[in-house]
């Protein structure tokens, strides 16, 4: 059984995931993606103290009030998640110090925004403490799917249980102009199939949420989507059986921060 991010790896460059999965190359880290990895993580666990915070918000709070209450549980929680990473930060020569003033003001931002908005819902609905906490929509955070039929598994980072169980996949990236970037189409496509099997439902929309950007962008399921997740399933399988190396991706870039760039350069 593959991953959902098997599809979106062979996407990206087929040659890494066969590198990875068939020769067992283990990458190198990076900085850009350590980073992307701690951002990611913070996500994951800050959300933890949400009912705390917002069951004990009152009429009398003040919007500071609450952002300060925000901004604390993201200060504890990056710290956290960097003595978590403690380690591979260490291996690339980075300090907590520098890490944290790197991340620091993009979660600030997200503080106050996320502040605001609960204040200002607050306010206009006229609920206060535990009554607020149940009256926001519900999501239930990294959920493991997989199907034997399909022969995949994956974890979704958050599935919408009031908009019919809709998956939303959590980017802290760039985000594209419009719309979502094509790899990320496929990885929320894949959720959808997974979390229809598993919920004996049609699910027929999910999400992408760019943080950088604030945004949540739609993804619809339909054939031309599906038959290519179908596609790209039969063709990592078969990579992944196979005894013959992709060959190099052609866009450049894509090498630059890659872990096994050097392996990969060196063999034919």
């Not at 850009?32 to 666990?45: A, C, D, N, R, S």
């Not at 103290?49 to 901004?71: Q, V």
Request: hydrophobic share 35%; with cysteine; charged share 35%.
């Amino acid at each position: 059984m593959i991953a959902v991010t098997d599809l979106t790896s062979y996407m990206y460059c087929a040659r890494k995931l066969y590198f990875r999965k068939v020769l067992k190359v283990k990458e190198k880290i990076q900085e850009l993606p350590v980073k992307g990895i701690i951002i990611h993580k913070v996500y994951e666990l800050v959300g933890r103290n949400d009912r705390e915070i917002i069951a004990s918000f009152s009429e009398k709070d003040s919007l500071e009030d609450l952002e300060m209450k925000f901004r604390k549980n993201y200060y504890k929680t990056i710290l956290l998640v960097l003595r978590m990473y403690k380690k591979n930060l260490k291996e690339l020569d980075l300090k907590g110090l520098e890490m944290y003033q790197d991340i620091w003001p993009f979660f600030l931002e997200e503080a106050k925004e996320k502040s605001k908005d609960l204040y200002g819902f607050a306010k206009n609905k006229n609920i206060y403490g535990e009554e607020l906490w149940m009256c926001l929509p519900r999501g239930l955070p990294e959920i493991r799917v997989s199907s034997e039929s399909l022969g995949l598994r994956g974890i979704v980072d958050q599935v919408n249980v009031d908009e019919g169980f809709t998956p939303v996949e959590i980017k802290t990236g760039k985000a594209p102009r419009d719309g979502v970037w094509k790899e990320h189409k496929v990885q929320v496509g894949a959720y959808m199939m997974l979390l229809s099997e598993h919920y004996g439902k049609e699910i027929k929309e999910g999400f992408v949420e760019y943080r950088i950007v604030n945004e949540k962008r739609k993804v619809v399921m339909n054939d031309f989507l599906r038959e290519e997740i179908f596609d790209l399933i039969a063709k990592v399988n078969k990579l992944l059986e196979s005894d013959v190396k992709p060959e190099k991706v052609t866009e450049g870039w894509k090498c630059d921060n890659c872990g096994i760039r050097e392996i990969c350069y060196s063999s034919e």
